[in-house]
């Protein structure tokens, strides 16, 4: 491949996705009481669950440091342009830090071609961009093509999340524990979106998880009308079997072209909660 695509860990990418393209992924950092780790290197999502569930406690996540992109982008062929897309800049510091890095290389080899492109989305959204720039690559699309299509297909994406329970905003200090007991006692389900600007907004709260999930998918339409050549993209908080059911019901009710399913990495598994669910698509 003449490009080199790279992301961070703020992505949740297939595994046909990710062996098709030769993703360079920088991975984040996750803070648990008994010591650091590197998500998807020196910590699974298996072995993260299992901490969560050991310690009762949710970690502290950081961006991948400014050096880190360094070393990543510094890794790739010098002759081989980068493309980077980074977790949403209102979501952490890890766009920032990916510039910077981008600097930091530049100083020392000018001629190198460097895009760092700010998704302002997460998790599936970013695998939904990846998926693009693939169809792109096979078109044949230059890097300069591919970096303004990219940065074009970046504000046509909506992002859409459903939390089955909200005890991860509560264990993480996101949520008030009065609010979360008569939520959790009212049976209160909450659906969000990724705003135009890349921060994470709440746009319903809805009572019943069969009538939230109803309404999760009904949204999707007022968004797309046309969807026979699009693809979506979700991610589920380890709970395949609810993700697999909604799919289904997503594409029986809308005639998307394809769809990616994978579970969430750590860092959307601790802000969303088991059972919570992201969707990705381009609007019209």
């Known amino acids: 491949m003449t490009i080199q695509l790279m992301t961070d860990g703020g992505a949740d990418i297939p595994g046909r996705l990710h062996d098709s393209l030769n993703i360079k992924i920088v991975p984040l950092y996750l803070h648990f009481s008994d010591g650091h780790y590197k998500s998807g290197i020196t910590l699974d999502i298996a072995g993260y669950y299992q901490k969560v569930k050991d310690l009762k406690e949710l970690p502290r996540s950081a961006a991948p440091s400014p050096n880190d992109f360094y070393e990543a982008y510094k890794a790739v062929d010098p002759a081989k342009p980068i493309i980077m897309l980074s977790l ?165 009710k809308y005639n998307f072209k394809d769809a990616y399913l994978t579970e969430t990495g750590p860092l959307i598994s601790t802000y969303g909660g088991e059972g919570a669910l992201v969707i990705a698509f381009f609007r019209d």
């Open 88 to 252: 949403s800049k209102e979501l952490s510091s890890t766009y920032d830090h990916a510039l910077l890095g981008k600097e930091m290389l530049l100083e020392e080899e000018p001629e190198r071609k460097i895009e760092v492109i700010n998704t302002k989305t997460a998790s599936c959204g970013i695998a939904l961009l990846l998926h693009e720039a693939k169809v792109k690559l096979s078109e044949g699309y230059s890097y300069e093509q591919l970096a303004n299509h990219l940065q074009k297909r970046v504000e046509q994406t909506t992002t859409l999340f459903i939390l089955k329970t909200l005890e991860n905003l509560v264990l993480g200090g996101r949520l008030d524990k009065v609010k979360g007991k008569i939520a959790k006692t009212l049976n209160i389900k909450l659906l969000m979106r990724a705003s135009s600007e890349g921060s994470i907004e709440v746009t319903e709260k809805i009572r019943g998880d069969k009538k939230s999930i109803r309404r999760f998918v009904d949204q999707i339409g007022e968004y797309t009308k046309h969807v026979e050549d699009k693809l979506i993209s979700m991610t589920h908080c380890n709970d395949i079997e609810r993700a697999t059911d909604v799919l289904a019901n997503i594409r029986n």
